[in-house]
Nanobody
Framework: VVQLVESGGGSVQAGGSLRLSCVAS????????VAWFRQTSGNEREVVAT????????YYSDSVQGRFTVSRDNAKNTVYLQTDSLKSEDTGVYFC?????????????????????WGQGTQVTVSS
């Protein structure tokens, strides 16, 4: 069993930044995949970014490419999502999730069906 706890959400104005953290405990491995998903109002949950913990190789959705950066500190069992140049449409609940099986080549898939462990989410609100 793996437990995930997100933090770092909050309210910011458009153009601002937030750094989200996801701390894992339990049966974790440095070969895992971690992903950030978000649930925005009226939309289905979507992938934002993934990271393969062994190499740090990232994947980003088109909507956040160039604005968000995913990174990890394996010694702290923590994955970060640096969110810059935030827009009102980034408002939502951000979840981190962890998978033993989501690796696809050198990166991790963003298919949420492959992620077995989820955090409780952290709210990000961007005002224009």
């Amino acid at each position: 069993v793996v437990q995930l706890v997100e933090s770092g959400g909050g309210s910011v104005q458009a153009g601002g930044s937030l750094r989200l953290s996801c701390v894992a405990s339990g049966y974790t491995y440095n070969s895992d995949c971690v992903a950030w998903f978000r649930q925005t109002s009226g939309n289905e949950r979507e992938v934002v970014a993934t990271i393969y913990l062994t190499t740090g190789a990232p994947y980003y959705s088109d909507s956040v490419q160039g604005r968000f950066t995913v990174s990890r500190d394996n010694a702290k069992n923590t994955v970060y999502l640096q969110t810059d140049s935030l827009k009102s449409e980034d408002t939502g609940v951000y979840f981190c999730a962890r998978s033993y099986t989501a690796r696809r080549g050198e990166i991790c898939s963003g298919d949420q069906r492959l992620f077995d462990y989820w955090g409780q989410g952290t709210q990000v609100t961007v005002s224009s």
